[in-house]
């Protein structure tokens, strides 16, 4: 069994910055792909960005791309996602996911979710 958990949510004013980090327990997620959603106040879970398993391949959702940068650090079994310039309507709760199935290159849809963080709110004023 996986646990993944993410911190480093937060208040920031538009134009700021954070950065989101998820860890992995119980088992390494080295061999897996990994992926951010996010989901704002009555809004449906939406892909964020994805990267593949080894980390070499990544993707973005059109309304963060040259904005957001996800990453893996498989050696500390962690995933990142630096979120620069960020907007008002990035806000909403963040959270990290993970596939189960070892034969998934890239997450795109909520079905290859194995494990989902429980999220961190991710707050943006204007």
């Known amino acids: 069994q996986v646990q993944v958990a993410e911190s480093g949510g937060g208040l920031v004013q538009a134009g700021g910055s954070l950065r989101l980090s998820c860890a992995a327990s119980?088992?390494?997620?080295?061999?897996?792909?990994m992926a951010w959603f996010r989901q704002a106040p009555g809004k449906e879970r939406e892909l964020v960005a994805t990267?593949?398993?080894?980390?070499?391949?990544?993707t973005y959702a059109d309304s963060v791309k040259g904005r957001f940068t996800i990453s893996r650090d498989n050696a500390k079994n962690t995933m990142y996602l630096q979120m620069n310039n960020l907007k008002p309507e990035d806000t909403a709760i963040y959270y990290c996911?993970?596939?189960?199935?070892?034969?998934?290159?890239?997450?795109?849809?909520?079905?290859?979710?194995?494990?989902w963080g429980q999220g961190t709110q991710v707050t943006v004023s204007s």
């Open positions: 119980g088992r390494t997620v080295s061999s897996v792909a």
């Open positions: 996911a993970a596939s189960d199935l070892s034969y998934i290159t890239r997450i795109t849809n909520t079905t290859m979710i194995g494990y």
């Open positions: 990267i593949s398993r080894f980390g070499g391949y990544q």
